[in-house]
């Protein structure tokens, strides 16, 4: 029944996660949180004359106009005549990708961008013009020059608008909303992910998938907020956000590589190295590349679709085997844990979309009306769906290593623990001992009465000595590295360093606390030969291990135990010789 209902409460918390995540999507979308325009935005679509590669098209839409891909130094020119409209001041508005431009009213030069980047040698960025028109503009003959200062430059050409900087500017950042909303998410927690790396790194599992994880948000959040020129409302460096997106978007697949291979995601861990050195390698060979200008990094987008589209089926297959593999071997059965299907989930949906707006991306620039119209909607909720999956993959993998942790220290318990009185068995004891370094000190200790007690009282009192004799040396030696029991009557004490009189103090409370539960009455008697040895004993060699100083200890033991073995003979010899009349006279006198 309480199975049932723990199942029962995980679906709706994952019912009420999906509801409220539809919702913030439905809510960053909707048109009617957008403020209200100050003035008319006209779309200027129709009554264009375009050229292009000696032809000459009329389309009905100016963003819909279908022609080849724009090469290097080829040019499109777009006129028309301007409407007479009620706006001042007014601007024309649209986008170019890799290329210069150069505005014209009746003839007259009136705007030009680029040519300052052609001249250096530098890649054209991404940019959104906004050329501001003279009084009377209406009726007057418009002239858009855009040419290509790259191979593969763009296809297609961006809507061109009429109306006002402050409302266009206003109209655009309300359409980037959900893009920005998520961008800035997936950066800011990549972020602190990365600022928590170290606080991770060096905790107890020394897990460092949790950079990669930062990485990768922080990059998807660079990239959803470069591709959709979003930095164009913080910063005035199109040259910047522009390499910003190649760069962010070429760095992806190896912070994800990355990741998989530092989370034992991959099966073969050498395999998933040489991928990461692979598409670290290809990042910084196409940044060196641009950097000097002797490539610029444009032109390797469509190797990088192909290399993420393999890497990502590929990863996906493994994980996907790996995990069946481990659930279905028969002879080691290891149930599928939540950490791994999470991620496998986050990655599938996250490639899926990211392929949509790939196959998209290439009809509309090669097929289609051009990638200057491209969007990546799709990647942008399957890279915040994935980073959620991320993060709950970590914490569910926080969680598993927690709970393995956990029973590894149980079965070390019964591996290590001696059954009769909780303390290190031998094992463990000779374990310790091959560990030790530094200053320590070891006290062998041998249990006095042992075989009386069993012969005489029988097992079960001779088991309550020993345990209550463990209890002693626990309460006795509160700071010691180990107490162990090395099989019969025969223990062993280490301290962790060497100071004769902390080691002294612990022998007196020893023999205080013997002497007190002696005082009861009880058949029980304890009694304890010991000899110590430290890591600085003059007899012993310093390059010798643990265990010699151990037997050292252990001589000086049993030469305690002769002593007080010969007092005990003593003592009945003595006895014996005593005349019992003689020793009734003295006891009455």
């Given amino acids: 029944m309480l199975n049932a209902f723990q199942k029962i409460k995980k679906s709706l918390l994952s019912l009420l996660a999906v509801v409220i995540f539809v919702c913030t999507i439905a809510f960053l979308g909707a048109d009617i949180f957008k403020s209200p325009q100050l003035h008319e935005i006209v779309q200027l679509d129709d009554g264009w004359t375009v050229c292009f590669a000696s032809n000459t098209y009329h389309p009905e839409v100016l963003s819909k106009t279908v022609m ?63 050329i501001s028109l003279p009084d009377g503009y209406g009726g007057k003959e418009i002239k858009v020059i855009i040419t290509a200062k790259e191979n593969s430059a763009f296809s297609g050409l961006s809507p061109i608008i009429l109306g006002n900087e402050e409302d266009i500017g206003r109209s655009f950042s309300q359409d980037g909303r959900l893009s920005l909303a998520i961008g800035v998410f997936l950066v800011m927690i990549g972020f602190v992910l990365v600022i928590l790396a170290p606080m991770f790194l060096f905790s107890g599992n020394h897990d460092i998938s949790i950079i990669f994880s930062g990485l990768i948000s922080m990059l998807l959040g660079l990239y959803i907020l470069s591709f959709n020129d979003l930095f164009w409302l913080f910063s005035d460096q199109p040259a910047m956000y522009t390499f910003v997106e190649y760069i962010s978007l070429f760095s992806i697949p190896a912070a994800l590589i990355g990741f998989l291979t530092a989370a034992r995601q991959i099966p073969n861990k050498l395999v998933g190295i040489v991928i990461w050195i692979i598409n670290a390698g290809f990042v910084a060979a196409t940044s060196i590349l641009h950097v000097t200008n002797i490539v610029h990094i444009n032109h390797f987008v469509s190797i990088l679709h192909l290399i993420a589209v393999v890497e990502g089926l590929y990863i996906i297959a493994a994980m996907i085997y790996q995990d069946y593999k481990r659930c279905t071997n028969p002879d080691h059965y290891i149930p599928a844990n939540r950490s791994t299907t999470m991620l496998i989930l986050g990655l599938i949906l996250f490639l899926g979309c990211s392929v949509i707006d790939i196959v998209k991306f290439n009809i509309l620039k090669f097929i289609s009306i051009g990638e200057v119209n491209a969007d990546i909607s799709f990647m942008t909720v399957g890279a915040f769906i994935f980073i959620l999956c991320l993060i709950l993959n970590y914490f569910y993998h926080c969680i598993e290593f927690i709970s393995e942790t956990n029973t590894k220290h149980k079965l070390e318990g019964l591996a290590y623990s001696d059954s009769l009185t909780s303390l290190a068995n031998r094992s463990k004891c000779e374990l310790t001992m091959a560990e030790l370094t530094g200053e320590y000190t070891i006290i062998s200790i041998d249990l006095d009465h042992l075989k009386f007690t069993n012969d005489n009282y029988g097992h079960a009192e001779g088991d309550r000595l020993i345990q209550g004799f463990a209890d002693i040396l626990k309460n006795s030696f509160t700071d010691a590295t180990l107490i162990g029991r090395m099989g019969g009557d025969e223990f062993i004490v280490i ?5 004769e009189t902390r080691t002294t103090r612990d022998l007196d409370c020893f023999e205080d606390l013997m002497n007190y539960n002696n005082s009861k009455k009880s058949n029980i008697k304890y009694s304890a030969s010991y000899g110590i040895a430290t890591s600085h004993d003059k007899t012993i060699d310093y390059d010798v291990p643990s265990q010699q100083i151990y037997l050292l200890a252990d001589t000086r033991m049993y030469q305690m135990k002769n002593n007080h073995h010969a007092e005990t003979i003593g003592r009945i010899y003595n006895d014996l010789l005593n005349d019992p009349k003689e020793k009734e006279e003295n006891d009455n006198d």
């Fill in 68 to 130: 080849s891909v724009a090469n290097m130094n080829d040019t499109i020119t777009a006129t028309r005549i301007l409407p007479d409209v009620d706006i001042n001041p007014a601007v024309i508005h649209y986008r170019t990708i890799l290329s210069t431009t150069d505005v014209y009213l009746n003839d007259e030069l009136i705007y030009s961008f680029g040519h300052d980047y052609e001249a250096n040698g530098q890649m054209l960025p991404k940019y959104h013009h906004f």
């Fill in 495 to 499: 301290l962790p360093y060497v100071d």
